[in-house]
């Protein structure tokens, strides 16, 4: 009997200490698919684990401004953020976030690709772990074009992409030539638009950070946007981002749509997309350089310094962003479905290539991606399509809605540009860029 009791007694202290030693973490992510499927995985981490975890999902504009605040304030409202390839080398070295460089050796660091690695690293240790990576490209209906009598080339130029949009916009029947995102944001619109600029053969800056946004190139760049979304685009474009634009395409409501290389694998997907048999894809459009055409990005995620629950937060990267999760997507959801950019091993798994016929282009288009020469003339800093600099984010913004306010013709594009000239100047100035 009392041997009973002893060992129902040790029981119960080790489910008491198993119940102190559990923790809630708290995270905030961007609402795309691919991290509401992590949001939706996750049970099986915390029944593994016994931890819980408070997810804190928002729009992407919301989710950097809510993330930003939190980091800089250090106000501890969340312990893993979702955080991209441009906030982490900054926030690393400002000790705003912890190194990630002690998982397990079975997560296998050198799988994961060396430029991925650099761009989230800072002082020679890794501050984010990457869930995905990315590059953009062009998206367009193999079936459209072939009633139309066109042809795709495998590098086109935006002047191609021009006259392709015009000949397939059929707005009677809710048929867009193009969709491309117009939603204000250093992220959002910019974000393309950065890309386009870049094609054009424009820059931020100039090596002495002398802005550059009245340069022939920007203005080029912009009205060409803005007369080809007044054309061939749809309506309220100033409101679509990426899953709007992702809405639309898969819908079948757009002939062409040059976007995030990770939207591939949604838009392949049989369970979710009407155009998955009707896509093709080629390169991000060029026009006077390639150089900075398809963009650099990396979602990842990382662990603020003001963590009380690091351990157990990082205990959660080492799954979420592991090759087993890989794995787990490919069986549970569809192997089109899986984070891509980020691991050698993915892209040599037989069921993947097999399920992903985009798989070898996004991995080009990743690795080939240069964030250290993102444009035609040298420039002083990294980043294809934003300015690896803190300014940037604000100064990003505030463009991006001087860009939609063209779009919605509020303003001339040469109006937009000037103002944006002025305020950008301005922020440089007073940040010690400019004497």
Same mark, same amino acid.
């Given at each position: 009997?009392?041997?009973?009791?002893?060992?129902?007694?040790?029981?119960?202290?080790?489910?008491?200490?198993?119940?102190?030693?559990?923790?809630?973490?708290?995270?905030?992510?961007?609402?795309?698919?691919?991290?509401?499927?992590?949001?939706?995985?996750?049970?099986?981490?915390?029944?593994?684990?016994?931890?819980?975890?408070?997810?804190?999902?928002?729009?992407?504009?919301?989710?950097?401004?809510?993330?930003?605040?939190?980091?800089?304030?250090?106000?501890?409202?969340?312990?893993?953020?979702?955080?991209?390839?441009?906030?982490?080398?900054?926030?690393?070295?400002?000790?705003?976030?912890?190194?990630?460089?002690?998982?397990?050796?079975?997560?296998?660091?050198?799988?994961?690709?060396?430029?991925?690695? $650099? #761009?989230?690293? *800072?002082? +020679?240790?890794? %501050?984010?772990?990457?869930?995905?990576?990315?590059?953009?490209? @062009?998206?367009?209906?193999?079936?459209?074009?072939?009633?139309?009598?066109?042809?795709?080339?495998?590098?086109?130029?935006?002047?191609?992409?021009?006259?392709?949009?015009?000949?397939?916009?059929?707005?009677?029947?809710?048929?867009?030539?193009?969709?491309?995102?117009?939603?204000?944001?250093?992220?959002?619109?910019?974000?393309?638009?950065?890309?386009?600029?870049?094609?054009?053969?424009?820059?931020?800056?100039?090596?002495?950070?002398?802005?550059?946004?009245?340069?022939?190139?920007?203005?080029?760049?912009?009205?060409?946007?803005?007369?080809?979304?007044?054309?061939?685009?749809?309506?309220?474009?100033?409101?679509?981002?990426?899953?709007?634009?992702?809405?639309?395409?898969?819908?079948?409501?757009?002939?062409?749509?040059? $976007? #995030?290389?990770? *939207?591939? +694998?949604?838009? %392949?997907?049989?369970?979710?997309?009407?155009?998955?048999?009707? @896509?093709?894809?080629?390169?991000?459009?060029?026009?006077?350089?390639?150089?900075?055409?398809?963009?650099?990005?990396?979602?990842?995620?990382?662990?603020?310094?003001?963590?009380?629950?690091?351990?157990?937060?990082?205990?959660?990267?080492?799954?979420?962003?592991?090759?087993?999760?890989?794995?787990?997507?490919?069986?549970?959801?569809?192997?089109?479905?899986?984070?891509?950019?980020?691991?050698?091993?993915?892209?040599?798994?037989?069921?993947?290539?097999?399920?992903?016929?985009?798989?070898?282009?996004?991995?080009?288009?990743?690795?080939?991606?240069?964030?250290?020469?993102?444009?035609?003339?040298?420039?002083?800093?990294?980043?294809?399509?934003?300015?690896?600099?803190?300014?940037?984010?604000?100064?990003?913004?505030?463009?991006?809605?001087?860009?939609?306010?063209?779009?919605?013709?509020?303003?001339?594009?040469?109006?937009?540009?000037?103002?944006?000239?002025?305020?950008?100047?301005?922020?440089?100035?007073?940040?010690?860029?400019?004497?």
């Amino acid at each position: 009997m009392r041997l009973t009791h002893l060992v129902s007694g040790v029981a119960l202290l080790a489910l008491s200490a198993g119940a102190a030693s559990a923790a809630t973490i708290t995270i905030a992510t961007v609402n795309n698919s691919d991290m509401i499927r992590m949001q939706k995985l996750s049970p099986q981490w915390e029944k593994k684990t016994g931890n819980k975890i408070n997810w804190v999902v928002l729009e992407e504009n919301v989710l950097r401004q809510r993330v930003t605040t939190d980091i800089a304030t250090r106000g501890g409202q969340f312990d893993i953020l979702t955080i991209g390839s441009y906030e982490t080398p900054i926030w690393g070295k400002q000790n705003w976030l912890l190194p990630l460089d002690d998982f397990p050796a079975s997560y296998d660091y050198n799988d994961i690709f060396k430029g991925v690695r $650099d #761009a989230l690293s *800072a002082n +020679g240790k890794m %501050y984010a772990v990457p869930f995905y990576a990315e590059s953009s490209f @062009t998206f367009y209906r193999k079936d459209l074009f072939e009633k139309a009598g066109l042809t795709m080339p495998a590098h086109p130029s935006y002047d191609q992409i021009a006259q392709f949009a015009d000949k397939l916009t059929d707005k009677a029947h809710e048929q867009y030539g193009i969709c491309l995102r117009g939603k204000a944001g250093w992220g959002e619109n910019m974000a393309f638009l950065d890309t386009m600029v870049n094609a054009f053969g424009g820059q931020w800056f100039d090596m002495k950070w002398q802005p550059q946004l009245t340069s022939e190139p920007w203005k080029k760049a912009l009205t060409f946007y803005v007369d080809l979304m007044h054309r061939d685009g749809p309506p309220g474009a100033t409101g679509n981002g990426f899953n709007e634009n992702l809405a639309l395409f898969t819908t079948g409501h757009c002939a062409m749509w040059i $976007d #995030a290389t990770v *939207a591939a +694998g949604m838009v %392949y997907d049989k369970n979710s997309s009407q155009v998955a048999d009707k @896509t093709g894809f080629t390169s991000a459009p060029m026009e006077v350089t390639d150089h900075g055409n398809g963009w650099f990005w990396s979602w990842a995620l990382g662990v603020p310094a003001s963590s009380k629950n690091a351990k157990v937060a990082k205990d959660f990267l080492a799954w979420a962003t592991s090759k087993d999760y890989v794995t787990m997507v490919g069986e549970t959801d569809g192997w089109t479905v899986v984070p891509p950019g980020t691991r050698e091993s993915t892209y040599a798994n037989p069921a993947y290539i097999k399920a992903a016929p985009f798989a070898e282009t996004v991995k080009a288009s990743i690795l080939s991606a240069d964030i250290t020469h993102p444009t035609k003339d040298p420039v002083p800093y990294v980043g294809i399509q934003y300015v690896a600099i803190p300014e940037f984010q604000a100064m990003g913004t505030q463009v991006g809605q001087l860009v939609s306010a063209a779009l919605a013709g509020q303003m001339t594009p040469d109006q937009a540009l000037k103002q944006a000239q002025a305020s950008v100047t301005s922020t440089m100035q007073q940040a010690g860029y400019l004497k």
